[in-house]
């Protein structure tokens, strides 16, 4: 099992930005697919970025604004966000992929998960 630890949430005001980090420990971190996921109240559990080892994926409502990136020295996988707006308002979730049987963005494909870390921002 992968440990995920995420942190630089924060509150910001609409066309802030922030850099998000999550650290793995455990298994063998390289080699496995990582995604940042968002989750607000009422509303599905939602893919924002999937790196793997050297491609990278986006959800539609943050292509041009965020960007995945990983430090395998450092087993971290950084979001950068920026011209953030309050709809990304949100708990943003680390996750690594342990299942390759359906597509990158279905949560379900990820089978190790960070505890989240608070994203707010205000008009």
């Known amino acids: 099992q992968v440990r995920l630890v995420e942190s630089g949430g924060g509150s910001v005001q609409a066309g802030g930005s922030l850099r998000l980090s999550c650290v793995g420990s455990?298994?063998?971190?390289?080699?496995?697919?990582m995604g940042w996921f968002r989750q607000s109240p009422g509303k599905e559990r939602e893919l924002v970025a999937a790196i793997d080892n050297s491609r990278t994926w986006y959800g539609d409502s943050v292509k041009g604004r965020f960007t995945i990136s990983r430090d395998y020295s450092k087993s971290t996988v950084y979001l950068q966000m920026t011209s953030l707006k309050p709809e990304d308002t949100a708990l943003y979730l680390c996750a690594c992929r342990t299942s390759y049987r359906a597509s990158r963005f279905n949560p379900d494909e990820y089978g190790d998960w960070g505890q989240g870390t608070q994203v707010t921002v205000s008009s």
């Open positions: 455990g298994r063998i971190f390289s080699g496995y697919d």
